[in-house]
C-alpha cells in the first residue's frame, strides 16, 4: 500500500511542473508577416519583442520555487500554487523573435 501512496505523490509533483524560460523552445511563426517591413521596423520590432521576452522570462523563473530530486533523479521544478505559467507567450515570443531575425537577414538589414 505504501508503494502506491509514494507513485502517487511523485506523480502529483511532477504534474505541477514548470519550466525554465530558458529551457522553454520556440513556436513556429512565419517571418513572411515581417516581409514588406523596412529594416528600421524590424529592429525595433525586434528590441520590443526582446523585452517583452525578458519580462515573461522573469515572470516564468519567479514561478519556481523549488527543484524536486529523488535518489539522484531530477523530477523537474515546482511551480508556486496560483503560478501563473507563461510557458506558451515565451514560446510564442521566442518564435517572433526567430521570424524577425530571418526577415532582417533576407533584407540584409544589419544587426
Do not use: H
Request: aromatic share 2%; charged share 20%.
Amino acid at each position: 500500500m505504501r508503494i502506491p501512496v509514494t507513485i502517487l505523490a511523485l506523480s502529483l509533483l511532477a504534474a505541477g511542473c514548470t519550466q525554465r524560460a530558458d529551457s522553454i523552445g520556440a513556436m513556429p511563426v512565419s517571418p513572411s508577416q515581417y516581409a514588406g517591413a523596412s529594416c528600421q521596423q524590424l529592429s525595433d520590432q525586434m528590441e520590443t519583442e526582446n523585452n517583452r521576452l525578458k519580462e515573461l522570462a522573469r515572470l516564468q523563473d519567479e514561478e519556481i520555487v523549488g527543484d524536486f530530486r529523488v535518489m539522484g533523479a531530477d523530477l523537474g521544478s515546482v511551480a508556486a500554487e496560483g503560478a501563473g505559467n507563461q510557458q506558451a507567450a515565451i514560446a510564442y515570443s521566442k518564435g517572433k523573435i526567430n521570424a524577425i531575425d530571418i526577415a532582417m537577414r533576407r533584407q540584409g538589414c544589419a544587426m
